[in-house]
C-alpha cells in the first residue's frame, strides 16, 4: 500500500520546506493548502487496472512531480484529476478525487466545468490551426467569457512569457512558431481560462534544452498563482522544478502505484523506500 | 497577482452544470443526417420491390428468371431476363478483359517503381478517366472506337452497335478503379516482406511477382470485383455503343441490350406508367440491383478479411 | 559431393546457377509492359479528346451557347440545357452539403463504436456502388410519384443529390478522420463541449478535404444522364427552366439526344456540347484544387 503523505509527513522531523527554490519562499505545512485530494483511486480500463489504491494530496501553489518508469501510469493517473480518460468509453475510477472538497467523479458532475478549472498542457505541442490570438481566445470563448479578450489574451500570454515574441504577429498562425514557442501558446491558452490547477504531462519531452529550461523557469513564475501537476520522465527535472515528488512504478499485477511521496529534496537525497532509491539513483527505468 | 475575472472566478463555483439542451438538439440533427443513408438504403429496396411484385402477379418469376427471350414491345409479350442479364455480362466481362490487364500492370508500376514524378503525372491521368461522362465515353465508342478501330478489323460483320465498343470504352472507365484499388493494396503489404526477399537476392520484379502480388491478392481480387459490378452497373455508355437489341447473342459483334440500357429504353419511350412493360423495368432493376449489391458485398468481404491480415 | 572443398560458401556457390542477366531481362520486358500498359491509357485518354475537340470546336461559338435546340444542326444551341445543368448543380450542391457533412460529423464524431453504427458505415459504402440508374428509378418513384414533384427540375436535383451524398459523407468523414485525435484532446481539456470542439477545432482543419469532397462531387453530378432520363428530363427544351416546372433538360442529355441521331451534324453539335460540359467539369476541379490549396495554408499534421 502505498503510504499517503499526511501519514510519512512527521512533525518533528520536517516542519519546514527543505530546499527552498529560489523564489525564496517558505511554507509550512499550515500553510499548504491542500487543493487536491486523492483518496484510494484505481483506475481501470475495462477489467484492467491500470493504477491501485493511490493516495495522494496536492497542495495549491505548488508543484508537484510524479516521476516513474514509463507505463506505470502516471499520465492515467494525471488525467483522472481533469477527467480526460473520461473520453476513453472503458475507463472506471473507483475510489475519490476531491477538488476544493467537491468529488470530481460524483455523479452530477460535468467533466466539461472540470476541465475548465484544471488545465493540461501534453506532451507534443497542440496549437489548434488558427492564430496566435484565436489560440489563446478559443478556451476563453467557449467558456463564454465577456471580458476584455484582448486584455486576456495579452495577460495570458505574458505569463506564459511568449507576449514580448508574438506580440506583434498575433493574427499569424499558431503553428508557425518553434517548438518551446508552440508549448508556451499552449501554456497560455490554458490560462486563459482563468484555471485553479494546471496539469502537466511531459511538457517539455518534444522540446529542446533551451526551451526546456524556458518551460521550468515559466513553471517558478506560474507557481505563485497555480498549483501544477507535472509528470515527467526527466529525474533531474523533477529535482529542479518540483516541490513534492511522487515516485510511481508498476507493480507484479501490472498496476501502477505510488511507492513514495514527499518533499522533493528529501525524495531524491533520502528517499525511505528501497524501490524509490534505486529508481533515483538510476538503477532502473 | 491573477486577474479577477468576473464570471469566470474559479472560486467555489460548484462542479455540476447541466449540458445545454442544444447540444442534445445538435446530435438530434447530425443522427437524423446520418440516417438519411439508412432511409435511402431501405427505401430502394421497398420501391423495388413493391414494384416489381406487382410485375411478378402477371408475369411468372420463373418465367421472367429462366425465360431466353426479352420482347417487350413487340407482340407476342416474353419477359425472359436471360437475354438482358448476357448482354450485361458479355460487356462487362470484355470490359475487364480489357481493364484487369491494364489496370493491374498500372498498378504495380505505381506501387513499386514509379518515382513521386512520374505518380504526379499518372495519377492525374488515371483519375481523368475515371471522371469522364459515361455518355462522353458511349459518343467516343460511337464515333471512333467502332468506325476507326472496328470497322478496319471485321469490315462488314460489326454492326454500328456492337458489344465490343462497348465493352472497350467500359474497361477503360474502370480501368482507374482496378488501378488505384490494387495500387492501395499492393502498398498495404509490409516493407518487411519485401525487404526480405530482397536480401536473398530476389530481383526487383522477382519481388513483385513473388511476394508482393501474392500478399496483396485479396485486395486486388476485391478491386476487380468491384470493378465488375461498376461495368454491369453502366448505362450510358452502352446505350450508345451496344445499343438496344435484345437479342440472346454471345457474339460480340453484335448489338445487345443490357439491364440498364432496357430501362432507359422504357423510360425514354411512349410506354404508359400502369402496362406491363413499365413495370418489367422495375423487375430488371430489382434483378441489377440485387447482383451489384451482392458483388459489392462479396468485395467488401473479402477487404475486410485482407484487411485483417495485416493489421 | 566434391572434395573437401575449401570453406561452406565456396562449396555451396556451385550449387547455384542463378542466370541472373536473364531474370534482370525479364524484369526490365515486364517494366516495359507496365510503362506501355500506361502510354496506352494515355493514349485512349488523348485519342478520346482530340476525337471530341475536332468533331465539336468547328460548331463552337457563342450562337451556339446562346442559342436553343433546333432541328436542323446548325442552328441548334445549348441554352436550356447549359442554364438547366448550372441550376441543377446548385440546387444539388445546396442538398447535399449539408447533409452530408452533418451525416460525416455524425458518424465519425458521435457515433460510439457498436453494430448499428457500423451498419450505417457500411450502408454509406453500399450506397455509394449502387448503379446510378437505381437512383433514377427511385427518384422515379419517391420524387416524381408519391411527393408529386412531376417532371420537375427540383424532383431530378433531389435525385442527383441523394446519387452524390454517399460519396460527399465518404469524402467528408476522411477528411474529419486526418485531423488527429490530440487536436480533440486539447479542445477538451480547455473546457469544450463536444459541439463546441467540431465547430472550433474540428471544421476549420477538415474544411479544405470536405469543400474538394462537395465541389468534386458537383462535378460528377453534371456529368450524369442516366438518372434524369428516368425522372423526365426530357429533350427538346426551348425554354429557360425553372425548378418547380416540368420540362427541363440538361447538357448530358442534351449530348445523348443529339448523338443518337445518326447524321454528321448532329455528331458534331454531341461533341461540341460534350467541350462544354468538360470545360465545366474543368472549372470545377480546378476550383477544387485552388480551395484545398486555401484552405489547408497552415494545416501540418
Known amino acids: ?285 | 497577482m491573477r486577474t479577477v475575472s468576473n464570471e469566470m472566478t474559479a472560486a467555489r463555483r460548484p462542479l455540476t452544470r447541466r449540458v445545454p439542451a442544444s447540444e442534445r438538439l445538435i446530435e438530434v440533427l447530425l443522427f437524423l443526417a446520418a440516417a438519411v443513408g439508412v432511409v435511402t438504403t431501405i427505401g430502394i429496396v421497398l420501391v423495388l420491390l413493391a414494384q416489381a411484385l406487382d410485375f411478378f402477379r402477371e408475369v411468372s418469376p420463373i418465367a421472367f428468371l429462366t425465360g431466353t427471350v426479352w420482347s417487350a414491345s413487340i407482340e407476342p409479350l416474353q419477359f425472359g431476363i436471360i437475354p438482358l442479364v448476357v448482354g450485361t455480362l458479355d460487356i462487362a466481362v470484355i470490359a475487364l478483359v480489357v481493364a484487369i490487364p491494364f489496370g493491374l500492370l498500372a498498378a504495380v508500376y505505381l506501387a513499386e517503381y514509379a518515382s513521386m514524378r512520374t505518380r504526379n503525372v499518372v495519377k492525374p491521368v488515371l483519375e481523368t478517366i475515371a471522371g469522364i461522362p459515361t455518355i462522353v465515353l458511349g459518343f467516343f465508342a460511337l464515333n471512333f472506337v467502332t468506325p476507326r478501330l472496328l470497322k478496319p478489323l471485321f469490315g462488314s460483320d460489326i454492326g454500328t452497335f456492337n458489344v465490343l465498343s462497348a465493352g472497350i470504352v467500359v474497361g477503360l472507365l474502370i480501368t482507374p478503379l482496378i488501378a488505384s484499388l490494387s495500387e492501395d493494396a499492393l502498398r498495404a503489404v509490409p516493407r518487411g516482406l519485401r525487404e526480405g526477399a530482397f536480401a536473398m537476392g530476389a530481383t526487383k520484379w522477382e519481388v513483385v511477382r513473388k511476394v508482393a502480388f501474392p500478399a496483396a491478392l485479396s485486395g486486388i481480387m476485391a478491386s476487380i470485383i468491384l470493378a465488375m459490378s461498376r461495368a454491369m452497373g453502366e448505362t450510358m455508355a452502352v446505350v450508345l455503343a451496344a445499343g438496344m437489341n435484345p437479342q440472346l447473342s454471345l457474339d460480340p459483334r453484335q448489338s445487345v441490350e443490357t439491364m440498364t440500357a432496357f430501362i432507359v429504353q422504357i423510360s425514354t419511350g411512349d410506354t404508359p406508367q400502369n402496362s406491363i412493360q413499365f413495370k418489367s423495368l422495375f423487375a430488371v432493376a430489382l434483378v441489377l440491383f440485387s447482383i451489384t449489391l451482392m458483388l459489392n458485398l462479396i468485395s467488401n468481404r473479402i477487404v475486410a478479411r485482407f484487411r485483417n491480415r495485416y493489421s | 559431393m566434391s572434395a573437401t572443398p575449401a570453406s561452406p560458401a565456396a562449396a555451396g556457390e556451385a550449387l547455384f546457377d542463378p542466370r541472373l542477366a536473364r531474370r534482370k531481362l525479364t524484369g526490365t520486358i515486364f517494366l516495359g509492359a507496365c510503362l506501355a500498359a500506361i502510354a496506352v491509357l494515355l493514349i485512349a485518354l488523348i485519342l478520346l479528346l482530340m476525337d471530341v475537340l475536332t468533331k465539336g470546336v468547328p460548331y463552337l461559338d457563342l450562337d451556339f451557347l446562346t442559342g436553343v435546340p433546333s432541328r436542323i444542326p446548325a442552328r441548334a444551341g445549348i441554352l436550356p440545357a447549359l442554364v438547366g445543368s448550372i441550376e441543377i448543380a446548385l440546387i444539388v450542391g445546396l442538398l447535399a452539403f449539408p447533409i452530408g457533412i452533418a451525416a460525416a460529423i455524425y458518424l465519425t464524431e458521435y457515433a460510439r463504436d457498436t453494430f448499428l453504427t457500423r451498419l450505417l458505415r457500411t450502408n454509406i459504402s453500399n450506397l455509394a456502388g449502387v448503379p446510378s440508374i437505381i437512383y433514377g428509378i427511385f427518384g422515379l418513384a419517391v420524387f416524381v410519384r408519391a411527393l408529386q414533384l412531376g417532371y420537375s427540375l427540383l424532383a431530378g436535383a433531389l435525385t442527383l443529390a441523394l446519387l452524390i451524398l454517399p460519396v460527399v459523407i465518404i469524402a467528408s468523414m476522411e477528411a474529419l478522420r486526418a485531423v488527429p485525435d490530440s487536436q480533440r484532446e486539447g479542445a477538451y481539456a480547455l473546457g469544450a463541449t463536444r459541439w463546441q470542439m467540431i465547430r472550433g477545432a474540428i471544421l476549420p482543419s477538415s474544411a479544405s478535404g470536405v469543400m474538394t469532397g462537395i465541389i468534386l462531387a458537383m462535378s460528377r453530378a453534371i456529368g450524369e444522364t442516366a438518372p434524369l432520363i428516368l425522372v423526365g428530363a426530357v429533350t427538346f427544351v426551348t425554354f429557360l427552366p425553372t425548378p418547380l416546372e416540368g420540362g427541363y433538360t440538361v447538357l448530358p442529355i442534351q449530348v445523348y439526344q443529339w448523338a443518337t441521331r445518326p447524321q454528321q451534324d448532329f455528331q458534331a453539335i454531341a461533341a461540341a456540347t460534350i467541350i462544354v460540359v468538360l470545360v465545366l467539369m474543368l472549372l470545377l476541379n480546378l476550383l477544387a484544387l485552388v480551395v484545398r490549396a486555401r484552405l489547408s495554408r497552415h494545416i501540418s499534421w
Open chain 1, 1 to 285: 500500500m502505498s503510504p499517503s503523505v499526511a501519514e510519512t509527513r512527521d512533525p518533528q522531523i520536517a516542519p519546514l520546506r527543505i530546499a527552498p527554490r529560489e523564489s525564496g519562499e517558505h511554507r509550512t505545512e499550515a500553510q499548504r493548502d491542500i487543493v487536491i485530494k486523492l483518496e484510494d483511486v484505481s483506475c481501470y480500463y475495462g477489467s484492467f487496472r491500470a493504477v491501485r489504491n493511490v493516495d495522494l494530496d496536492i497542495a495549491g501553489r505548488e508543484i508537484t512531480a510524479l516521476i516513474g518508469p514509463s507505463g506505470c501510469g502516471k499520465s492515467t493517473l494525471l488525467r483522472t484529476i481533469n477527467r480526460m480518460n473520461d473520453l476513453v468509453p472503458v475507463f472506471r475510477l473507483e475510489g475519490q478525487i476531491l477538488l476544493d472538497g467537491q468529488p470530481l467523479y460524483a455523479p452530477r458532475v460535468d467533466p466539461v466545468e472540470v476541465r475548465r478549472r484544471v488545465g493540461m498542457v501534453f506532451q507534443k505541442p497542440n496549437p489548434f490551426p488558427k492564430s496566435i490570438y484565436d489560440n489563446v481566445a478559443f478556451g476563453a470563448r467557449v467558456n463564454g467569457y465577456r471580458g476584455n479578450m484582448n486584455e486576456l489574451v495579452e495577460q495570458s500570454l505574458r505569463r506564459a512569457a511568449l507576449w514580448d515574441e508574438v506580440k506583434d504577429k498575433l493574427r499569424q498562425s499558431g503553428m508557425s512558431l518553434s517548438g518551446g514557442q508552440q508549448q508556451r501558446l499552449c501554456i497560455a491558452r490554458a490560462i486563459a481560462t482563468e484555471p485553479e490547477i494546471i496539469l502537466m504531462d511531459e511538457p517539455c519531452s518534444a522540446l529542446d534544452p533551451r526551451a526546456t529550461l524556458q518551460i521550468e523557469e515559466l513553471m517558478f513564475n506560474l507557481k505563485r498563482d497555480y498549483t501544477i501537476v507535472i509528470v515527467t520522465h526527466n529525474m533531474q527535472q523533477a529535482a529542479r522544478a518540483s516541490d513534492v515528488t511522487a515516485f510511481m512504478t508498476m507493480g507484479a499485477d501490472r498496476a501502477g502505484y505510488v511507492v513514495e511521496v514527499g518533499p522533493t529534496a528529501q525524495l531524491f537525497t533520502n528517499p525511505r523506500e528501497q524501490l524509490t532509491e534505486d529508481y533515483v539513483s538510476g538503477r532502473f527505468g
